[in-house]
């Protein structure tokens, strides 16, 4: 008696918890994509893009000043591979668009954590955008005229802006980086005219009230002077508890801020954690965990990719303000240079592996994975 | 022996013309099947979206690919109607490229030359700022104007070639970005210094020092091999000589500009004289006029004066006898410098600056009635 009991009561539990599962699956999907609407969003450019959950892909377009949210469907890990290595990557790309190599540019590299499908954002020439899924050693046309999608305006912070004589915003914003990150669309952008930071923080699924911050960044240097500059990628870093931005500028410096911090309007100061030296700039930023231990990996322009340990931000408590001494030493929190030089593009493809494109040094694109476990 | 000779005869003989008939049937029939008919190539305006080919083969065996050599096919959108197909790809076929139509993606059954695009006219430099020729040893922006937009694929850096005339070395000052910073239109570029280098005391500072030397003289030279969209190189390789003067690093003060609107002039201009150059672009529009109504007033802006005078020559008449002069604090000069900050501060002047740091500054100026 009392087993037939146990085992209906364990048959309830069952399937109040997949009940609940199939609930909770359900309701989020309602929530994040509701708003979506079906259609030709028109994108005119892909500068950068990153995946939010769900495989929802977030694409950042400079030309249209908007981030769009795509509703990919891609959600479901057919067959992951976290071996690949496709030599003559670019030959290949260009091929199965059917132009020359010099007709092509890749903009930015994105692994959907829901399916582990590696995406392309592409540009030709002529400035079309093209988004491609890497499929085996080819690659999936993803549509960008019949889609569900959210858009959302980067308004100006300035609303007195000047037009040219085709009403269009003589100022351009280049968007340098985008993540999404607790319920946030999180966007940095470069300015093609003034030299200063924005660093905006969108509320997703994205709202009519466009409530999100905008901010000029101070970050100190070595010594006594401080800048105004542009953020080239970040990435998210909780430290005792607190959500914090570490953002790695055009020049090098890499300066925490306390996500809390950032407000509308405000002038927020940061704190400056290391100098990772010269003639640089910075171009992905990503983490990943090993043994325990949280590591970042940020590729660079001129300089190999390095690497960060969690640890040595998190115990790095003052702000730089002693000059370096000697000559040529990078300053603040220690990084190794991992040897991979030329890295343009990186994402992590899944806990354990990341996904990189690296030129090589006889001039062949390489895409590749590598586990963590070596790096 | 003879019997089996005599026997292989016999049979031949009997088959000889069936086989004869059989294989001419065959013939036809791969021919007629494996004959792909390129019947046109589809045209939206100058741009070449797809091809539109007839044969009796499955559709699904054939693949386009560029050249001969290719071992990708392209991709691409079959849509058919009986016998006639219409394959689109996702960009259009790249004039002066021939793409081939194979079968099991070996066996080229047909091919199609794209033809070369109409030669268009080369493009022209339209202007380099800062114009004139002698930049602050801490100038932060140059910007490149082009007539026509430029490709927007590979590095403009590689077309751009900077030598220190006076020590006869090739010097690389901008900040090679990956994601450059073009218009909307693809016709202006905006070229940074590096920034890490102008900043006093950062690694780059202090290693390489600043991009520019004050007293030195350079050539800015740029590439005629840099293509438009339409592939259209430059009419001539362009070059511009600068040299480099001292430091600024002072902020733009409204207190020292001029305004005034001559009496002579037949277009009734307001002339802002900023008494030192401004970025080219930010001059143009940070600054707007209104009345004393806060309607804003239409006309135009001109950039004179080696980048030191603001020109606004209103559409009609002056509309009030005063009119207020509206600038945004993010007018830069040729440093970075703006109208609340300078581009490189003290932290204790730092502070005070964060303080008082308005994002619109006014001036007012009387309107004489009395032209």
Same mark, same amino acid.
């Given at each position: ?5 146990? &085992? ?17 699956? $359900? ?92 995406y392309f954002a592409v540009q030709v020439a002529?400035?079309?955008?093209? &988004?491609?899924?890497?499929? $085996? ?124 911090? &950032? ?113 | ?321 005063e009119i207020n002069i509206r600038v945004q ?43």
């Open positions: 008696m009392m087993k037939k009991i146990l &085992l209906a009561a364990g048959l309830c539990a069952l399937v109040l918890l997949s009940i609940s599962a199939t609930d909770r699956t $359900g309701s989020d999907a309602s929530v994040l994509t509701k708003d979506f609407v079906n259609g030709n969003p028109e994108i005119a450019s892909i500068n950068q893009m990153s995946f939010g959950p769900e495989g929802i892909l977030f694409l950042g377009d400079s030309k249209n000043a908007a981030i769009y949210a795509l509703d990919t469907g891609d959600v479901t890990v057919t067959k992951a591979n976290n071996e690949i290595s496709i030599e003559g990557f670019d030959t290949k790309l260009a091929a199965a668009l059917g132009t020359p190599i010099e007709n092509l540019q890749i903009n930015d590299m994105a692994v959907n954590p829901a399916s582990k499908n590696v002529d400035g079309t955008p093209v &988004l491609l899924k890497l499929k $085996g050693e080819g690659f999936e046309h993803v549509s960008l005229q019949e889609v569900r999608y959210s858009k959302m305006a980067l308004a100006d912070p300035i609303a007195v802006d000047a037009v040219d004589r085709r009403k269009r915003p003589l100022r351009h914003w280049a968007i340098s980086d985008i993540k999404y990150h607790k319920g946030k669309v999180m966007v940095a952008g470069l300015s093609n005219k003034e030299f200063g930071s924005t660093f905006r923080s969108i509320p997703f699924p994205f709202t009519d009230a466009q409530d999100y911050a905008s901010l000029e960044i101070w970050h100190a240097a070595h010594g006594a002077y401080e800048t105004h500059a542009p953020i080239k990628t970040f990435d998210i870093i909780q430290l005792d508890q607190t959500d914090y931005l570490m953002a790695s500028y055009t020049c090098t410096p890499l300066v925490l801020f306390r996500l809390d911090a &950032l407000k509308e309007g405000k002038h927020t100061k940061g704190r400056t954690v290391a100098e990772l030296g010269a003639g640089n700039s910075p171009l992905d930023m990503i983490s990943y965990e090993k043994e325990g231990s949280t590591y970042f990996l940020m590729s660079n322009s001129n300089r190999p990719v390095m690497r960060i340990k969690y640890d040595d931000i998190a115990n790095f408590k003052d702000t730089m303000t002693e000059p370096v001494t000697v000559f040529g030493e990078a300053a603040g929190v220690a990084y190794d240079n991992l040897p991979f030089p030329y890295v343009l593009q990186m994402d992590n493809l899944d806990d354990t592996h990341v996904i990189y494109l690296q030129r090589l040094a006889d001039g062949d694109l390489k895409l590749r994975t590598r586990t963590t476990k070596w790096m | 022996m003879d019997v089996r000779v005599l026997s292989r005869t016999t049979i031949v003989k009997k088959i000889k013309y069936p086989l004869v008939f059989f294989c001419v049937l065959l013939g036809i029939a791969c021919a007629r099947e494996g004959k792909v008919h390129i019947d046109q190539i589809d045209y939206e305006g100058e741009k070449a979206i797809g091809v539109t080919f007839r044969t009796e083969m499955d559709v699904e065996q054939l693949r386009i690919f560029i050249g001969e050599a290719s071992q990708q096919s392209v991709i691409g959108v079959i849509v058919s109607e009986g016998t006639q197909h219409h394959f689109t790809p996702i960009i259009p076929f790249t004039p002066g490229e021939t793409y081939t139509v194979r079968m099991a993606d070996t066996l080229v059954m047909a091919s199609f030359p794209i033809p070369e695009r109409a030669v268009v006219p080369p493009n022209e430099i339209l202007a380099v700022y800062p114009s004139l020729d002698t930049v602050p040893e801490n100038l932060l922006k140059m910007y490149i104007a082009f007539k026509e937009p430029m490709q927007e694929v590979g590095h403009a850096l590689d077309f751009i070639q900077v030598t220190n005339v006076t020590d006869s070395v090739e010097e690389q000052p901008f900040l090679r970005l990956v994601s450059e910073l073009w218009n909307s239109d693809h016709t202006v570029l905006t070229l940074w210094l590096d920034s890490g280098r102008i900043k006093t005391d950062l690694i780059p500072n202090r290693e390489q020092g600043l991009p520019l030397t004050e007293g030195k003289r350079y050539t800015m030279t740029i590439d005629d091999r840099w293509k438009t969209v339409e592939g259209a190189p430059l009419k001539q390789r362009y070059t511009k000589h600068f040299q480099v003067g001292p430091r600024d690093d002072q902020k733009p003060n409204m207190r020292d500009w001029e305004l005034r609107i001559p009496k002579e002039d037949p277009t009734k201009s307001l002339y802002i004289d900023f008494k030192e150059p401004m970025d080219a672009f930010l001059a143009l529009e940070t600054i707007q006029l209104y009345d004393m109504h806060g309607e804003q007033i239409a006309g135009h802006f001109k950039l004179t004066g080696d980048d030191s005078i603001l020109q606004f020559a209103p559409d009609g008449e002056w509309p009030d006898p604090s993010r007018l830069e000069d040729l440093a970075g410098n703006n109208l609340n900050r300078l581009f490189d501060t003290r932290i204790e002047t730092a502070k005070k600056e964060m303080q008082v740091t308005p994002t619109i500054r006014n001036l007012r100026i009387r309107i004489r009635q009395n032209w």
